[in-house]
C-alpha cells in the first residue's frame, strides 16, 4: 500500500522506521495458500519506491508454513536477494493461532493436533508434516540460517546448508558467517 506520497508524508510527521511482512516469495503459494494477490515483480517495484523514501525498513518472512517445502523457503531468499534497501531482516517460525485458515488446514492434514494451545511467538514448529514438506528441525535449520543465504553468494551456500544442522561443525561454519554478516551487513562490531 505504499507509494512515494504517502511515504513523503510520512517521513513529514517523522516517520523513522516501518517494518514489512514478505511472508513468501512463491507467487503461487502466497495467493492461493496465503490470499495474497501480489506478484513478486510487484513487490520488487514497491520496495524500490520505500527505498528511495530515505525512511529505514526491516523485512520479516514467516518459515514453517503449513504445506511449505524447502522449495519454496528458497523463492523467498530469491525474492529478498532480489530486494535493496532494507536494513534488517528477522524471520520467524509459523504460528498456528486459532481462527486462522492456516491453523485449519494444518488440523485438517492431521499436522496439528486441534488442542494445541499457541502461544504469541512460536520458538520451534508445533506442526508435524511428513516429507516433502518441512520438519521441526528443517526449520529450525533454515531459520537460523536465512539471513545468512539472502547475504552471501551462491557459491557460498553449500557451506550454509552444513551451518543448518546445529552439531560442533555446524555451529562453528554458522558462527563464521554470522560474524562477517554481522559486521558487514549490520555495521556490528
Known amino acids: 500500500n505504499c507509494d512515494a506520497e504517502l511515504l513523503k508524508r510520512l517521513k513529514e510527521v517523522n516517520c523513522y522506521r516501518i517494518a514489512f511482512g514478505i511472508e513468501c516469495g512463491n507467487e ?7 490470499r495474497r494477490k501480489i506478484t513478486n515483480a510487484e ?6 519506491v520505500i527505498a528511495e523514501s530515505g525512511i529505514a525498513f526491516s523485512l520479516n518472512v514467516i518459515i514453517g508454513f ?3 517445502t524447502r522449495e519454496l ?3 523467498t531468499i530469491e525474492l529478498i536477494r532480489s530486494i535493496r534497501g532494507y536494513d534488517t531482516l528477522t524471520s520467524f517460525i509459523f504460528t498456528p493461532y486459532h481462527g486462522t485458515a ?15 494451545i ?3 511467538n512460536t520458538s520451534r514448529s508445533l506442526l508435524k508434516m511428513p516429507p516433502p514438506y ?3 528441525d528443517e ?14 553468494p551462491k557459491c557460498e551456500w553449500e557451506n550454509i546448508q552444513r551451518a543448518e544442522i546445529p552439531d560442533q561443525e555446524g555451529l562453528q561454519i554458522r558462527k563464521h558467517y554470522s560474524d562477517i554478516y554481522s559486521t558487514n551487513f549490520l555495521n556490528e562490531s
Not at 503461487?28 to 496465503?34: A, G, S
Not at 513487490?43 to 524500490?48: A, L, M, N
Open 28 to 34: 503461487q503459494f502466497r495467493q492461493k495458500v496465503l
Open 43 to 48: 513487490i520488487i517495484d514497491r520496495f524500490k
Open 66 to 68: 503449513p504445506g511449505e
Open 73 to 75: 523457503v528458497f523463492d
Open 102 to 116: 492456516l491453523r485449519a488446514a494444518a488440523t485438517k492434514n492431521g499436522w496439528l493436533d486441534p488442542d494445541t
Open 118 to 120: 499457541t502461544k504469541h
Open 134 to 136: 518441512l520438519n521441526a
Open 139 to 152: 526449520i529450525d535449520g533454515l531459520l537460523m540460517t536465512f539471513p545468512l543465504y539472502c547475504y552471501f
